[in-house]
């Protein structure tokens, strides 16, 4: 992590979609995990939950162009069905979230878990564990702070 931005005093958006809500809430944890072991305070994050991963991009538009955070993390688990639903959800989730970033500057990080079943979604959201949530947090702390860096 880049010491010369230290990670308190950083603020954090973070957006939760509660389709699949189980494995999103675990993700949740490993997300708030590590931004604390990076240091950053209770109050400087802030959680909104949401319907289904289709309407992250907006809300986390809303976030990223409200001046108030340093960098916004994305969670949700779109998980394949029997029909092309998935697909269509998972690219414009992806597709979103990254035209955010690009149109509003501000680090937006993609947590959201793509799977063919619950099973794997299961092991990518694991409390303590391999945990996409918590690789999501550690990767809003390094981007905030490089943003930081080079602003
Ligand atoms: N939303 C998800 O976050 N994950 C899914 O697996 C999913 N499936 O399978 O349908 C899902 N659907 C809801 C979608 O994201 C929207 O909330 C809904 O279409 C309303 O716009």
Same mark, same amino acid.
């Given at each position: 992590?880049?010491?010369?931005?230290?990670?308190?005093?950083?603020?954090?958006?973070?957006?939760?979609?509660?389709?699949?809500?189980?494995?999103?809430?675990?993700?949740?944890?490993?997300?708030?995990?590590?931004?604390?072991? &990076?240091? !950053?305070?209770?109050?400087?994050?802030? #959680?909104?939950?949401?319907? =289904?991963?289709?309407? +992250?991009?907006? /809300?986390?538009?809303?976030?990223?162009?409200?001046?108030?955070?340093?960098?916004?993390?994305?969670?949700?688990?779109?998980?394949?069905?029997?029909?092309?639903?998935?697909?269509?959800?998972? &690219?414009? !989730?992806?597709?979103?979230?990254?035209? #955010?970033?690009l149109s509003s =500057?501000?680090?937006? +990080?993609?947590? /959201?878990?793509?799977?063919?079943?619950?099973?794997?979604?299961?092991?990518?959201?694991?409390?303590?564990?391999?945990?996409?949530?918590?690789?999501?947090?550690?990767?809003?702390?390094?981007? &905030?702070?490089?943003?930081?860096?080079?602003?």
């Open positions: 992590m880049d010491s010369a931005t230290p990670a308190e005093g950083l603020h954090f958006g973070v957006v939760q979609s509660t389709f699949n809500t189980a494995v999103t809430s675990r993700l949740l944890s490993g997300a708030i995990d590590a931004l604390k072991r &990076a240091g !950053v305070n209770d109050d400087d994050v802030t #959680v909104v939950k949401l319907p =289904g991963a289709f309407e +992250i991009p907006l /809300v986390a538009q809303k976030l990223a162009t409200s001046g108030r955070y340093d960098a916004i993390i994305c969670l949700g688990a779109v998980i394949r069905g029997d029909t092309p639903h998935f697909d269509y959800i998972s &690219a414009e !989730v992806a597709r979103g979230v990254g035209q #955010v970033a =500057g501000v680090p937006v +990080i993609f947590g /959201v878990l793509t799977t063919d079943t619950l099973d794997q979604a299961n092991a990518r959201s694991v409390e303590g564990g391999r945990n996409k949530g918590f690789e999501a947090g550690v990767a809003a702390v390094e981007m &905030a702070q490089l943003h930081a860096r080079l602003a």
